[in-house]
């Protein structure tokens, strides 16, 4: 079976240039979460979905960030503008509804801002 | 406040040394212990759940354990291929049921 697939695996680009991450989660997995991932901070929840609508977005750092779930089997998280302390590896996750259940990562989105 | 301690920082074995990871939390209502092996350019891998003081889980080399305070992950006799960084994680309380609380990780690294 496809785990969580985030694409793309690289991006760099210059300060104030919109940023597009995707990711299409597991197949049968109602909830879709994003997190952002530094040394300094380790692994850090920035929204999740359930059946595509955002539960909870207290994580996202600022407005810059938006996130999108237009179906089941698409996420968008969007940075407009960009700004140097964004770089990080970005986390696409997803499971079967429920607290309890274990999260499945993809391979992340490792974001250099200029 | 949620929280999740992970100790050591860094662990550095030998082939065949055995040891033990300790992840440490303070949350209300524990609704599960999730731990996830995450390699060098790639995401988190998840490995095991527990859910209750007492339980154990066990994989290959790895065993994972639970009591009221704290989980341990035993690795008996580690091989190289086993060097990695184990992160523990819970679901926070109170607020959404999807917020999963990562403690910053343990980088173990197994020599031949």
């Known amino acids: 079976d496809a785990g969580v697939i985030q694409s793309p695996r690289h991006e760099v680009t210059e300060m104030g240039q919109e940023v597009t991450l995707r990711c299409k989660p597991i197949?049968?997995?109602?909830?879709l979460f994003w997190y952002r991932q530094t040394m300094m901070r380790g692994l850090e929840l920035l929204i999740y979905?359930?059946?595509?609508?955002?539960?909870?977005d207290s994580g996202m750092p600022e407005d810059r960030f938006s996130a999108k779930m237009p179906n089941a089997s698409f996420s968008t998280l969007k940075i407009q503008p960009s700004e140097p302390r964004d770089s990080a590896v970005y986390f696409c996750a997803s499971s079967l509804p429920g607290g309890s259940q274990p999260q499945h990562f993809g391979d992340g989105t490792r974001l250099s801002i200029l | 406040e949620d929280q999740v301690t992970q100790s050591p920082e860094a662990l550095r074995l030998q082939e065949g040394e055995s040891s033990s990871l300790n992840c440490s939390y303070t949350v209300s209502g524990l609704r599960g212990l999730f731990w996830y092996r995450q390699d060098p350019g790639k995401g988190p891998e998840f490995l095991f759940t527990?859910?209750?003081a007492g339980e154990e889980k066990e994989k290959e080399r790895l065993k994972a354990t639970l009591t009221k305070k704290e989980s341990f992950l035993h690795i008996t006799a580690p091989k190289p291929e086993d060097s990695a960084t184990y992160l523990c994680a819970v679901p926070g309380y109170g607020g959404s049921q999807g917020n999963l609380i990562f403690g910053k990780g343990t980088k173990l690294s197994v020599k031949p």
């Open positions: 979905f359930n059946n595509n609508v955002p539960i909870d």
């Open positions: 197949s049968g997995h109602n909830s």
């Open positions: 527990l859910y209750s």
